[in-house]
């Protein structure tokens, strides 16, 4: 039982580049978020989705962009890298309800120069 | 907008109480969450509270809900150096749970 799982764990990116963090679970939960966590401003969300086809803004979405073709699967894409985006980057996913909360992956760190 | 605050740091004796505070806005929520974060991990949920409830107690975890003053605490008895770990509170907004507000969270560090 996997749980969420984030690839790669650690990335170092180039400014202006582009590149695409994944995010699969095998829980078939229906809702999956993207967080990201910077120091001292705990997390904050990029993305969410309530089911496969359907995607929607968090507070930070700028620079982002999501896609959700499965109901295993929630890709975050990087459109062009910049400085502000180095950060630590949390998928999540959630079964309907509110009682069991949000299961996280481990995380990606990136870093952009 | 809506916020949740935390104090940043507490430290603690081993075996002595932990009490982690936490101020939220958003009051139309059905649930309340503690996450921990263990270095280099991912948030792991701890435990939650309803809305409707003032307190709950999970072995030695308790959670204290005061909906008037917006004040969630939890408490961490016989605090180990395994409870060593950032714990975050966390809101979710506008009465649904796909958006959580977090707290900066609180890094407890327990020292013999």
């Known amino acids: 039982n996997a749980g969420v799982t984030q690839t790669p764990k650690f990335q170092v990116l180039k400014t202006g580049q582009s590149m695409t963090l994944q995010c699969a679970q095998d829980?078939?939960?229906?809702?999956m978020s993207w967080y990201r966590q910077d120091p001292g401003m705990g997390l904050r969300l990029i993305h969410y989705?309530?089911?496969?086809?359907?995607?929607d803004q968090g507070e930070v979405p700028n620079g982002y962009n999501v896609s959700r073709s499965t109901t295993e699967d929630f890709p975050l894409r990087l459109l062009s890298a910049a400085p502000s985006q180095t950060s630590v980057y949390f998928c999540?996913?959630?079964?309907?309800?509110?009682?069991?909360?949000?299961?996280f992956g481990s995380g990606t760190r990136l870093t952009v120069v | 907008g809506e916020d949740v605050e935390q104090s940043l740091f507490l430290s603690v004796r081993e075996g002595d109480s932990s009490v982690i505070n936490c101020t939220y806005t958003?009051?139309?929520?059905?649930?309340l969450y503690w996450y921990k974060q263990e270095p280099g991990a991912g948030l792991q949920l701890l435990t939650y509270?309803?809305?409707?409830?003032d307190m709950k107690q999970d072995q030695r975890l308790t959670v204290l809900l005061n909906k008037k003053d917006k004040h969630l605490s939890l408490r961490i008895a016989d605090t180990q150096t395994g409870d060593s770990a950032i714990y975050f509170c966390?809101?979710?907004?506008?009465?649904?749970?796909?958006?959580?507000?977090f707290g900066a969270g609180t890094r407890l560090a327990v020292h013999p």
């Open positions: 829980m078939n939960h229906e809702y």
């Open positions: 989705s309530v089911g496969a086809g359907i995607t």
């Open positions: 999540a996913s959630r079964p309907p309800g509110g009682g069991d909360g949000y299961t």
């Open positions: 966390a809101d979710p907004i506008s009465g649904g749970y796909n958006k959580l507000i």
């Open positions: 509270i309803f809305s409707n409830m």
């Open positions: 958003d009051s139309s929520s059905t649930y």
